[in-house]
């Protein structure tokens, strides 16, 4: 069984520029849910997908977007880059039942310069 | 609305001794609580979590939680340190209806000294 994949690792922009990062989920799940980490702080909820659809968003504007493919991947898009993105991105899948655990990836590292 | 809060940032303590790791939530409805461990450069990994029956839950690696309701807390202990418990720890609430999403306390960190 494949776990939780994102790509990139590491990611190096600069300030208004755009990024699009990457995840794949695991077999047999079909939600994605984003989080964005900041240095010493706890994930923060950005959205998530069920089902190819937005089933939920957290305090992020909307220059904070995403999409989820059929296979359930899924890729978040940040515009406009501000320094305040550069945290530690981790996606996470699950099958979209409460009390299912949520697997995470290992994170991509975006540093906005 | 839900909250997480995680007492004591930091926390040392020897090679064989109790850890004890706080956690305290607010919700309005009954909980799912989670505890995740998150190793340097790396994503998070479930330790354990609550979600209904024995408020005992037992992790991996040794690590057990109990739920007190009364209290509202989820504290995290294991009863002897090892140097490969070095990591950030984190508590975390999952909404119980509409979008299942976490809510993360701010963590602690874990030194194990030799």
């Known amino acids: 069984e494949t776990g939780v994949t994102q790509s990139p690792t590491h990611l190096i922009k600069t300030r208004g520029q755009q990024v699009t990062l990457r995840c794949s989920s695991q077999?047999?799940?079909?939600?994605v849910s984003w989080y964005q980490q900041a240095l010493g702080q706890g994930p923060q909820f950005i959205f998530q997908?069920?089902?190819?659809?937005?089933?939920g968003r957290g305090n992020f504007p909307p220059r904070f977007s995403g999409l989820q493919f059929p296979n359930y991947s899924s890729e978040l898009n940040v515009n406009a880059l501000e320094l305040d993105d550069s945290a530690l991105y981790l996606c996470?899948?699950?099958?979209?039942?409460?009390?299912?655990?949520?697997?995470f990836g290992p994170g991509t590292r975006l540093t906005v310069l | 609305a839900q909250s997480v809060t995680q007492l004591g940032s930091h926390v040392s303590v020897s090679e064989g001794a109790l850890v004890l790791l706080r956690c305290n939530y607010s919700?309005?409805?009954?909980?799912?609580l989670f505890w995740y461990v998150q190793y340097p450069n790396q994503g998070l990994q479930l330790l354990l979590k609550?979600?209904?029956?024995?408020?005992l839950v037992k992790g991996i690696n040794g690590f057990e939680a109990e739920f007190k309701k009364s209290e509202t807390s989820f504290h995290l202990t294991k009863p002897s340190a090892h140097m490969s418990d070095a990591a950030e720890y984190f508590c975390?609430?999952?909404?119980?209806?509409?979008?299942?999403?976490?809510?993360f306390g701010t963590g602690t960190r874990l030194k194990v000294l030799a």
């Open positions: 997908y069920y089902r190819e659809e937005e089933n």
């Open positions: 077999s047999g799940h079909n939600t």
């Open positions: 996470a899948s699950s099958t979209g039942q409460g009390t299912d655990t949520q697997y």
């Open positions: 975390a609430v999952s909404t119980t209806s509409g979008t299942y999403k976490y809510i």
């Open positions: 919700s309005s409805v009954p909980p799912y």
């Open positions: 609550y979600t209904t029956g024995a408020t």
